[in-house]
């Protein structure tokens, strides 16, 4: 498998996962990983 070789498509491909959830798993996700106090 090859990655990202460059910044930008390093980012590219974040957009592209983060497109894959919405907003509301990121949440639960980040909040269950203790990155979210409260």
Known sequence: KMG???FSD???ALGDI???FSPQECW???????????
Do not use: D, I, P, S
């Open 4 to 6: 990202a070789r460059t």
């Open 10 to 12: 390093l980012f590219k």
């Open 18 to 20: 983060c497109n894959m």
């Open 28 to 38: 639960n996700y980040f909040h269950a990983a203790g990155y979210v106090l409260g």
